[in-house]
């Protein structure tokens, strides 16, 4: 077992989980002696076995010369890039013989839960985990491919599918309005109807799309045209759209009548809103390609070099910068997880196997987390009240810390990878539940809060 780490003069205290809860299986509970509802995943062995490539040909055909960055949207490893002209493999999902059943319990009310049961689960073998899920007016949207579906967020009971599912995404699920928004076939975004999954509209930009962001009935989404694009949510008509000098894989934040998003360019740009007008950029030395988070005035943005800026909301000047890496500069050429910012801090995954919780107005750490072995590679993180809860993708395990101390208050290791290769999408908590992606379908787990 390797020796914890001493914390760096003023980074703060180094939590570090010395065991690994066991993988999530048929009569396990994340807490010693919690009672956990009944629960019907296949059968899973205390270890999960190995991950296997299989080649799926028929998914190859309809990829049109994939670039690196697509590739890598579909969970590619850097070996599969390397041979796409040879054929692509994937991973399985384990054991998928009860594929597409849903598992969920009765749904009906059974009290305060103990934090970190599993409450249901959607055991449908989806690629959720590298695609994020999306939760809007109490239902959770979710895809396998271009197939979405609709679970009810208080049950795991399935409401609908739509889409077409011979369509290959690369971006995560949006939802509000009325409207789902995901990515079809390439350059397509599409809007499907929340309460049935038809088809509202569909835009094609110049590239293919990436991630959108839907706010006051606008959507905006970036592409690989190097615009971003803002459209009617109801009908998909072009409001305006915006040029940068590089990729847009970053989706974008709104507030306060301004639109933040970053780019390949290395800038991070402010727009307003109903017009599309820069009203200021910050350069940053590498790309933006997490979401920014904007508090209280400042905007958080983290670069692909992993260093976390505040820069002032209204002019886009630093305020403080925080590198999140160790002894040298990491230079992700993956997406790095966005940070969240609540009660006064900044939380945001760093690329040296940390979550960091920084003071929100002066960048000051006040705490750092880990795990012993130093294989954590947390996700984006989600917080909730005083708890913040952040997945290790790769392990497929959930932390929920205190969000003023970051001692751990439990885990649970959801027996599979969450997160892409590209994409570290991570939990998203609400009061009574934290809900989980990950490569063998939807979990929902009690937070302890609230009833079920």
């Known amino acids: 077992m390797a020796a914890p780490r001493s914390p760096a ?3 703060g205290t180094v939590l570090r989980t010395p065991t690994e809860p066991a993988p999530y299986a048929p009569g396990s509970g ?7 509802l009944p629960h019907r995943l296949p059968t899973q062995p205390a270890t999960p076995p190995a991950l296997v490539p299989r080649p799926v040909p028929d998914q190859t055909a309809q990829l049109p010369s994939p670039t690196r960055r697509r590739a890598l949207k579909f969970g590619l490893g850097a070996a599969a890039v390397a041979a796409l002209g040879t054929g692509v493999t994937l991973l399985p999902w384990g054991n998928s013989s009860d594929a597409g059943k849903n598992r969920a319990p009765s749904g009906k009310p059974v009290g305060t839960l103990t934090a970190g049961t599993v409450v249901w689960h959607f055991d449908e073998p989806v690629m ?3 695609y994020g899920p999306a939760l809007s007016d109490g239902v959770l949207y979710a895809q396998r491919d271009s197939e979405t579906y609709a679970v009810d967020a208080s049950t795991g009971r399935e409401l609908w599918r739509g889409g077409d599912p011979t369509a290959h995404s690369i971006g995560h699920l949006t939802a509000g309005g009325g409207m789902v928004f995901t990515v079809g076939q390439p350059k397509e975004l599409v809007a499907l109807k929340s309460d049935g999954g038809s088809t509202a509209w569909t835009f094609t930009a110049g590239d293919d799309v990436d991630d959108a962001t839907v706010a006051q009935g ?6 690989l045209d190097k615009h971003l694009h803002a459209l009617d949510a109801a009908t998909g008509a072009k409001k305006w759209d915006f040029a940068t000098g590089d990729f847009i894989v970053s989706p974008a934040t709104v507030d306060s009548g301004t639109v933040y998003v970053g780019s390949d360019d290395k800038n991070l740009y402010a727009l307003n809103a109903a017009t599309g007008t820069k009203k200021w950029s910050f350069e940053g030395g590498r790309s933006f390609q997490a979401s920014p988070a904007v508090a209280g005035g400042l905007v958080y943005a983290l670069n692909n070099d992993q260093i976390l800026y505040a820069l002032d909301a209204a ?13 040298a500069p990491a230079k992700v050429y993956d997406t790095p997880p ?3 910012v609540a009660a006064g801090t900044v939380f945001a995954s760093g690329s040296d196997h940390l979550l960091h919780a920084l003071d929100a107005k002066t960048g000051a750490r006040k705490w750092t987390y880990g795990t012993t072995p130093d294989i954590f590679e947390p996700t984006t993180p989600s917080v909730h009240a005083n708890t913040v809860y952040v997945g290790d993708r790769y392990r497929g395990t959930i932390y929920a810390l205190d969000t003023a101390t970051g001692s751990k208050r439990w885990a649970f290791n959801s027996g599979a990878r969450m997160g892409g290769t590209l994409d570290a999408y991570g939990p998203i908590a609400t009061l009574s539940y934290v809900y989980v992606a990950n490569e063998r379908g939807l979990l929902a787990l ?3 809060d609230g009833n079920h």
């Open 128 to 130: 959720a985990g590298s």
């Open 30 to 36: 994340a807490v010693s002696g919690a009672s956990a």
């Open 218 to 223: 606008v959507v905006y989404v970036g592409s």
């Open 446 to 448: 009690a937070t302890g």
């Open 338 to 340: 966005s940070p969240v």
């Open 315 to 327: 002019t886009g000047a630093k305020k403080w910068s925080a590198p999140l890496y160790g002894s």
């Open 9 to 11: 003069p003023g980074s």
